[in-house]
T-cell receptor
């Protein structure tokens, strides 16, 4: 099955700086890569995703890049704000239409220092 | 449209007691999932149901049972609760692979 690893496990940045969170995956057949944000005491929610037919996707201050050759994808947050402090989870999914078990990385805790 | 609803939100159990966590979704999703979340361990999959009438084990199924009652509902049962099952439990659903995963608000379970 798919194995997803996230690096680093914790990240602390100064407000206004950029943050980059990386995920590596094992199954080269995976073709859908979502990122979920979980604020303290809340449920995880989708913030951005990318499919394997594109290399980069942006949405305001966040972006995701995908390197299929190296089997890794990264979340980029620019101009970080205190409300970006959260746990971020990635997943690598084979989107075939048929459903299978969904596994996530262990999560990265981002702290933005005011 | 309530999304994914799970109950109860908080529960304290004594070791050996049983309980069922309920989950329902109103988005006509095909697949439903139960995860547990512990500090530093991320979201670990307990059981999932790819479609109505099917259930499969995830990474950490021991000590749990599930029932996909119908397309809307997917329950998680602890037959004999243990302190190691103290955790936050999340139910999730998805229409199809490659679509957004929707999570419930979580259930905080403490076993003493």
């Amino acid at each position: 099955g798919e194995n997803v690893e996230q690096h680093p496990s914790t990240l602390s940045v100064q407000e206004g700086d950029s943050a980059v969170i990386k995920c590596t995956y094992s199954d080269s057949a995976s073709n859908y890569f979502p990122w979920y944000k979980q604020e303290l005491g809340k449920r995880p929610q989708l913030i951005i995703d990318i499919r394997s037919n594109v290399g980069e996707k942006k949405d305001q201050r966040i972006a995701v890049t995908l390197n299929k050759t190296a089997k890794h994808f990264s979340l980029h947050i620019t101009e970080t704000q205190p409300e970006d402090s959260a746990v971020y989870f990635c997943a690598a999914i084979l989107a075939t239409g048929a459903n299978s078990k969904l596994t996530f990385g262990k999560g990265i805790t981002l702290s933005v220092r005011p | 449209n309530a999304g994914v609803t799970q109950t109860p939100k908080f529960q304290v159990l004594k070791t050996g007691q049983s309980m069922t966590l309920q989950c329902a979704q109103d988005m006509n999703h095909n697949s439903m999932y139960w995860y547990r979340q512990d500090p530093g361990m991320g979201l670990r999959l307990i059981y999932y149901s790819a479609s109505e009438g099917t259930t499969d084990k995830g990474e950490v199924p021991n000590g749990y049972n599930v029932s996909r009652l119908n397309k809307r509902e997917f329950s998680l049962r602890l037959e004999s609760a243990a302190p190691s099952q103290t955790s936050v439990y999340f139910c999730a659903s998805i229409f199809g692979s490659g679509n957004t995963i929707y999570f419930g608000e979580g259930s905080w379970l403490t076993v003493v």
